[in-house]
């Protein structure tokens, strides 16, 4: 399918670029100039429909509202107390039916997924309940934001239960009689690729441990689950077989992407695998590996990869560089690690208390804009000199 020219939202498809991986990518140009290189399944689900200025417009719009006196669900609105400090949302102070205070933020308030202080919450009460083997009690202190509650056994141990464990079904019993405890599987001649289970063995903490027979004749210990999920088939063996059969192999002559097997190598690998001499269509002779070569993963000396490189590389000069400067970076989402919230702003502790400091890079130079007492005046400092420094190439 062929989107080139269609409109997204705000942004208008110019060209495909190379895929990533198994996905396609387009190169989109925003309404407010931005270009953007946005996967094609972003753009026709939706998900995707600027270079990431809509956001910041959409949540200016929320954030200007009054919302002063009126009502949500059980909360009227009370009064404006600033920003949230991580989100840099309006906080709002809003009084419950009830007669609670709480923060909450406009967000929360106009989507509707904040309807009360929390009381309108009901609050589930298991006393008396009967849970397998286990009859609560009474609820005990909770540990962090989990409910807990001392459980007596039907053999008479009294134990302290996670309240999600108990209704969930994954604690039933104190585990301390074979009565109450869950039923313990026995896979005592059990075959499991070539190993028979021979008897349990002790335990490696918490893990059961299984003497099996290979075979081959060869006795081993193996954990029950890797017996059971496959991991181990055999006591070894098996593997060197298959490494055999693999060198077994001749390649001599064949072909391998952009690599051909001249002679086979006497170099010896960790793996103890059959090495190559390969000759690749530039010129370059390398050593391979005979798994890698069946496999595909390796498919020439490495020019592939440099000569994909290069093409990016091309493309971004093409199409995201100018005068030296690489605009989507310009135009880059806050990152993850941030702490203020904004872009170029950085809190600094001094002994009189914190600080803000605004810096801006451009041509790969960092420009210190100054050292500020709010993050108002910081953040004020780094808008005018993204206007001076950035706007020439957006």
């Known amino acids: 399918m062929d989107i080139t020219g269609e409109r997204y939202g705000k942004l ?110 009901k609050r589930i009460d298991i006393t008396s309940h009967q849970y397998g083997h286990l009859k609560v009690i009474k609820e005990v202190e909770s540990k962090g934001y989990t409910r807990r509650w001392l459980c007596k056994c039907e053999c008479g141990k009294e134990i302290t239960v996670n309240m999600s464990d ?26 499991y690729g070539r190993l028979k289970v021979i008897k349990e063995v002790e335990s490696k903490g918490y893990t059961r441990c299984w003497l099996c027979k290979c075979e081959c004749g060869k006795e081993i210990t193996v954990r029950m689950s890797n017996l059971r999920k496959g991991s181990t088939q055999s006591c070894g063996c098996l593997r060197k077989e298959r490494i055999s059969k693999v060198n077994c192999n001749n390649l001599a002559g064949k072909r391998f992407g952009k690599l051909v097997v001249k002679k086979r190598s006497s170099k010896k690998t960790k793996s103890r695998k059959v090495a ?78 914190i600080k803000y400091e605004a810096r801006i890079n451009i041509k790969k130079k960092a420009i210190h804009l100054g050292t500020f007492a709010t993050i108002e005046e910081a953040v004020q400092a780094r808008k005018k000199a993204e206007e001076k420094y950035y706007k020439p190439y957006l």
Not at 14 to 29: I, P, T, V, Y
Not at 173 to 188: A, F, L, N, V, Y
Not at 304 to 318: D, I, S, T
């Open 276 to 353: 190559w001499e390969c000759e690749c269509d530039c010129g370059n002779v390398v050593i391979i590996q005979s798994d890698k070569l069946i496999a595909g993963v390796t498919k020439s000396c490495g020019c592939l990869r440099k000569k994909a490189g290069n093409e990016v590389n091309e493309h971004n000069k093409k199409h995201l560089f100018k005068e030296g400067v690489f605009t989507p970076l310009l135009t880059s989402k806050l990152r993850k690690d941030n702490k203020t919230g904004f872009k170029g702003v950085y809190a600094i502790k001094r002994k009189k208390g």
């Open 166 to 191: 108990l209704r969930n079904g994954n604690v039933q019993s104190c585990g301390c009689s074979p009565g109450c405890s869950r039923k313990r599987i026995d896979i005592t001649g059990h075959q």
């Open 12 to 121: 208008t498809v110019l060209e495909e670029l190379k895929q990533h991986g198994s996905k396609r990518r387009w190169l989109c140009k925003c309404n407010c100039g931005n270009l953007a290189i946005v996967l094609m399944d972003s753009l026709r689900s939706g998900n995707t429909r600027s270079c990431g200025c809509l956001k910041p417009e959409r949540s200016a719009e929320v954030n200007t509202r009054d919302l002063i006196n009126k009502k949500f669900n059980k909360l009227t609105v009370i009064k404006k107390l600033g920003t949230h400090p991580s989100t840099k949302s309006i906080l709002w102070l809003c009084k419950c039916e009830c007669g609670n205070y709480s923060k909450v933020t406009t967000a929360n308030l106009v989507s509707g997924n904040t309807m009360s202080c929390g009381c309108s919450r």
